[in-house]
Structures are given as C-alpha cells and as structure tokens.
C-alpha cells in the first residue's frame, strides 16, 4: 500500500538531547513537510523540501533540522535549541496540489 | 497577512441534526482550499478539496463544503451527522502548485449527542 509512515509513534526525550523522527514515503512525491500541532494552534509548518538534496525554513524552524538525502526520506531532528518541544509531529507529502498526512509522532520531554 | 480562521472551538450537535463548520480565510492569490479530519492520536484525513469550477464541492462520508469567493468562506456541511463523525476538523488554503505548503485553521471539535 501506498503511504506515508512515521515512527515512532510516541518519543521520549530527556531535556537537552537530541532526537530524530523519521518519515518515509512510498507515494514517489518530489515535495515533503513537517508540521507540528500543539492544542487549540492548527499545524504550523516546520520545515519543507521540494526535491532531494534542497530544503527550506517554514514558519517555526528554530530549534529542528532537516535532510533530505532521499527522495523517500526526511527525517526530522528536534535539538537542545527546541525550548518547547512536547508536540505531536505530523510528516506529509505532495502533489503540486495535494498533501497526505503520516499518522504523527508524539514527542514528550521528560 | 494569510490566515484561516475556525470562529467555533467547539461545537456539539445531536446525532442526526445538520452540521455546517465555519471557515474563513485570507489569501493573497487563488486559494486552493482544504478540509481534513482527524481522530485522537492520528494523522489528517482529506474529506474534500477546492481548485476551481463549481463552487460546491462533494467530499467523502456524506460532507460538502460551499466556497463563497465574496466572503472568503468555505464553510463544511453535512445534513445529518453520525456518532462517528465525533472529531476535530481543520480547514486549510494553499496555492497552485504549493502542495502541502498549508496554512491552517485553529481547528473545531466537534463532539454528537446520542
């Protein structure tokens, strides 16, 4: 079946680490994205990447890192810089019309 | 500035009575415009979309949704609701070739009465 898989469904992270989601994407889209969702805020775009090897800022960058090294892969780092980092992360990938979702990682900061 | 605005938090309807869900957005081009579902701890599931052409707009399990160019709404409808539509819905615009590049809507939950 086609689709976009993320894992792990839940995360765990002591404050001051580093910890890494994966996405990966059977679909052969070009475009890739990462949202976070915090309650009562919608999804706010992360980090985007229209091909492989090139990826861009979205509108809450600070704090997370990307590649792009496939086109099936993107993963997504949330760093010691990330001062609020307990969210749910949704991975998405598109047509040039259309996105279709990952069912997310939830990250908790213990 | 672009921007989506859910006004209803919250919303609880009897099952089987109407149901429409307000969305108004601010876009400085075409809007391609989108509503998602999404059930606790999952991801979003695309109920419709709108590029062009007929304003009205036929999704899955029984939704439409209106998009009213003069006032900036695509408002979410469906005539008798279900227990399983229980959910949060998220209204979202983009533009022609931005693909998942979204902006979305706060998100309404909507909570049936038996």
């Known amino acids: 079946d086609g689709g976009i898989t993320q894992s792990p469904k839940y995360l765990f992270r002591k404050e001051g680490q580093n910890v890494t989601l994966s996405c990966e994407q059977n679909?052969?889209?070009?475009?890739m994205y990462w949202y976070r969702q915090d309650p009562g805020q919608g999804l706010r775009l992360i980090y985007y990447?229209?091909?492989?090897?090139?990826?861009q800022k979205g509108d809450i960058a600070e704090g997370y890192s990307v590649s792009r090294e496939k086109k099936e892969s993107f993963p997504l780092t949330v760093t010691s810089a990330q001062k609020n980092p307990t969210a749910f992360y949704l991975c998405?990938?598109?047509?040039?019309?259309?996105?279709?979702f990952g069912q997310g990682t939830r990250l908790t900061v213990v | 500035a672009q921007s989506v605005t859910q006004p209803d938090i919250h919303i609880t309807v009897s099952e089987g009575a109407s149901l429409e869900l307000r969305c108004n957005y601010s876009?400085?081009?075409?809007?391609?415009l989108f509503w998602y579902v999404q059930s606790p701890g999952q991801g979003l599931q695309l109920l419709l979309k709108?590029?062009?052409?007929?304003?009205l707009v036929q999704g899955i399990k029984g939704f439409e949704a209106e998009f009213k160019r003069s006032q900036s709404s695509f408002n979410l409808r469906k005539p008798s609701v279900h227990w399983s539509d229980a959910a949060e819905y998220f209204c979202?615009?983009?533009?022609?070739?931005?693909?998942?590049?979204?902006?979305f809507g706060q998100g309404t939950e909507l909570s049936v009465k038996p």
């Open positions: 679909l052969n889209h070009d475009a």
């Open positions: 990447s229209q091909i492989v090897n090139d990826f």
């Open positions: 979202a615009v983009g533009g022609s070739n931005q693909g998942g590049k979204l902006i």
């Open positions: 998405a990938s598109s047509t040039q019309a259309e996105a279709f």
């Open positions: 876009y400085g081009a075409t809007p391609y």
């Open positions: 709108y590029f062009s052409g007929d304003t």
